[in-house]
């Protein structure tokens, strides 16, 4: 039997989220709902052309809710509405399951703790980066053993959206947070994996971060072009720095290094490193080092002194023994949805949870943490870079949870 979920905010990531559902059999999207009626005609266009049931349709995303055959929300809104929505869908007793995207307050982080612990309905966030293949591949070799004692991770998002300068006319909300804030804004996609392999809420948390913003470039020189310099939308100022750099201290000792970068031209990275006592895997060096396994080769300098160097192995040749059993089982499947899979696995997982009446795989305490960064960076970077502490969303409980606090087949 199909869980029947209902979508709120239908722009161009509920169109990825809807193609990658086609192929879901788990998932019935049992209704729709957007402030724009365009964008409710697009999505039932996209329905109709599918050959697929059509959704019942709402403007009004509290009469979403109220429907009673929705099992569940997803909420893929412009980043302000995330929390609020998915509050009051707890609070509706559904699961709510909501895009990425980082916090304005923590005060609305404990809103949406206190919403979940209260109704015992999960949150999730729809972190698909997760789901990857390596991200997943490199959490079960570190399970394994193989990088030894964690110790130090990076990730990020760097990813030229320069384009968004021009975004700022029409009022498009990423391109707003871009204009009044300067933070990093968008910390999940690589901060999501790291924390799951770092078993953050789960005998380890997030201490405090202090964090770093170099001056404005990108933004303000595409929209010079674009523009001219017009006294308007040419010569519009952006408090976001280009780089942002951000240090995370753990509780057991482990430090992680996030980079925001969506103003300068360069190749999509999310910057992936994950490091242990024995191995270290990197994604913009497309490599993995295991002592042991990869290659150490002793050679002499010029005055015939020997020294030690590490090779890269291609992170290829470890998917055939390590990849994850997720992984494994979904590519059985055919890895359908976008983002190479990712976004099939991220639904099925919510899908799956609700299902069995089992709390998400990535829960409230996650949604909480990962967020909580963005507001707290924007502390630091106002505070001139000084150390800020996370709030504990767990009030302790990360002390004694283990793993096993979620459970099923696409647990984390
Ligand atoms: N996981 C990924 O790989 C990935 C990729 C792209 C975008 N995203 C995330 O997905 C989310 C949406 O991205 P997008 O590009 O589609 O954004 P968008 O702003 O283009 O679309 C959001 C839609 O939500 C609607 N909306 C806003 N407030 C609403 C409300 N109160 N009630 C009903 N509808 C409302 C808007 O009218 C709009 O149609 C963002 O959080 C973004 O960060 C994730």
């Given at each position: 039997m199909a869980v029947r979920l209902g979508i709120i905010g239908l722009g161009p990531r509920a169109e990825t989220l809807v193609a990658a559902m086609?192929?879901?059999?788990?998932?019935?999207?049992?209704a729709i709902c957007d402030i724009v009626p365009e964008r409710v005609e697009k999505m039932l266009s996209i329905f109709k052309r599918d050959g697929k049931p059509l959704p019942r349709t709402y403007a009004d995303y509290h009469d979403l809710i109220a429907?009673?055959?929705?099992?569940g929300v997803l909420v893929p809104t412009s980043w302000n509405s995330h929390l609020a929505i998915a509050t009051e869908a707890m609070e509706a007793g559904k699961y709510a399951g909501i895009e990425v995207g980082g916090a304005s307050s923590i005060d609305e982080l404990w809103g949406l703790v206190h919403a979940s612990e209260r109704t015992g309905v999960s949150c999730m966030m729809l972190e698909n980066c997760c789901y990857g293949r390596n991200e997943l591949m490199v959490m079960n070799m570190v399970r394994k053993g193989l990088f030894g004692e964690l110790v130090y991770a990076e990730g990020g998002y760097e990813h030229d959206l320069s384009e968004m300068a021009l975004a700022v006319e029409s009022g498009n909300e990423r391109a707003i947070h871009n204009r009044f804030r300067r933070c990093d804004?968008?910390?999940?996609?690589q901060l999501g994996p790291i924390a799951k392999t770092f078993d953050i809420n789960r005998g380890n948390r997030f201490l405090s971060l202090t964090s770093s913003a170099t001056k404005q470039v990108g933004f303000e020189a595409r929209a010079a072009a674009h523009y001219?310099?017009?006294?308007?939308w040419g010569d519009v100022r952006f408090a976001q720095g280009d780089v942002v750099t951000t240090v995370i201290k753990c509780a057991r000792g482990e430090n992680i290094t996030l980079t925001h970068c969506v103003s300068l031209p360069r190749p999509y990275s999310r910057h992936a490193r994950i490091q242990g006592s024995r191995g270290i895997w990197s994604e913009d060096c497309k490599g993995i080092y295991v002592e042991g396994v990869s290659r150490r080769e002793t050679l002499l300098d010029i005055a015939g002194n020997p020294y030690e160097e590490c090779h890269w192995d291609p992170v290829e040749k470890f998917y055939e023994e390590y990849d994850h059993p997720i992984w494994r089982e979904y590519a059985k499947s055919g890895l359908v949805g976008g983002h190479g899979g990712m976004d099939g696995l991220v639904l099925s997982a919510f899908a799956d949870a609700i299902r069995d009446g089992r709390p998400t795989p990535i829960d409230v305490y996650d949604v909480a943490a990962w967020m909580a960064t963005t507001t707290l960076s924007e502390q630091s970077i106002a505070l001139g870079s000084a150390p800020v502490a996370y709030p504990d969303f767990t009030n302790g409980k990360w002390m004694t949870r283990g793993r096993d606090a979620t459970s099923g087949r696409f647990a984390l």
């Open positions: 086609r192929d879901l059999p788990l998932i019935e999207v049992a429907d009673t055959s929705v099992e804004l968008y910390p999940t996609h001219g310099h017009d006294g308007k």
